[in-house]
Antibody, heavy 123, light 113 residues
Framework: EVQLVESGGGLVQPGGSLKLSCAAS????????IHWVRQASGKGLEWVGR??????????AYATSVKGRFTVSRDDSKDTAYLQMNSLDTEDTAVYYC??????????????WGQGTLVTVSS | DIVMTQSPDSLAVSLGERATINCKSS????????????LAWYQQKPGQPPKLLIY???TRESGVPDRFSGSGSGTDFTLTISSLQAEDVAVYYC?????????FGPGTKVDIK
């Protein structure tokens, strides 16, 4: 069974940092592209960033709203992806999901999602 | 960035009736590598992560009831629920995954009339 489990959320002051983890199981993590998506309370889904596999040179991409502040990384030996968040602002308060972009004869949607971890930025 | 729009913002449909949600992308999301539109639909219920319903604009995800169908191509897409069930009450999002930043539509809330 495919599982993605986020951890590391919590309360942080504006300007602070936080590192989220996404532990994966049930699939070949090293061959998968992992994405992060966030959702503020009562709002829609916002894509945050992604990291591709080693075969795609661990290519990363970010939303404009987080570029230069957030970094996506991965440790394939631990089947874990990370989201390092720096210079946090109250606007970053949200539930953060990690998810997998499936590849089957082409990219084919975000097929598995974690349950999410809540990040609250407040003084 | 590719901008995704959805209409309507919300709709209420009687049980057993059809629900139709529209999605428009600001540019084509056709992937020339496989000649498929990189367009997905997700269902999200309160307190739950999104669930993939449709990918490649019209391919139903395994296990998704066949009352859900996707259509369209290029920049205009539609999600149809042919016979609304109580468990279909949710917010539905379209998303393009053609090129980063991946972008979602604002969502359409579906309720029972």
């Amino acid at each position: 069974e495919v599982q993605l489990v986020e951890s590391g959320g919590g309360l942080v002051q504006p300007g602070g940092s936080l590192k989220l983890s996404c532990a994966a199981s049930g699939f070949t993590f090293s061959g998968s592209a992992i994405h992060w998506v966030r959702q503020a309370s009562g709002k829609g889904l916002e894509w945050v960033g992604r990291i591709k596999s080693k075969a795609d040179s661990y290519a990363t991409a970010y939303a404009t709203s987080v570029k230069g502040r957030f970094t996506v990384s991965r440790d394939d030996s631990k089947d874990t992806a990370y989201l390092q968040m720096n210079s946090l602002d109250t606007e970053d308060t949200a539930v953060y999901y990690c998810t997998r972009l499936r590849y089957t004869s082409g990219w084919s949607g975000l097929d598995h999602w974690g349950q999410g971890t809540l990040v609250t930025v407040s003084s | 960035d590719i901008v995704m729009t959805q209409s309507p913002d919300s709709l209420a449909v009687s049980l057993g009736e059809r629900a139709t949600i529209n999605c428009k992308s600001s540019q084509s999301v056709l992937d020339s590598a496989n000649n498929k539109d990189s367009l997905a639909w997700y269902q999200q219920k309160p307190g739950q992560p999104p669930k993939l319903l449709i990918y490649w604009a019209s391919t139903r995800e395994s296990g998704v009831p066949d009352r859900f169908s996707g259509s369209g191509s290029g920049t205009d897409f539609t999600l149809t629920i042919s016979s609304l069930q109580a468990e279909d009450v949710a917010v539905y999002y379209c998303q393009q995954y053609y090129y980063p930043p991946l972008t979602f539509g604002p969502g359409t809330k579906v309720d029972i009339k």
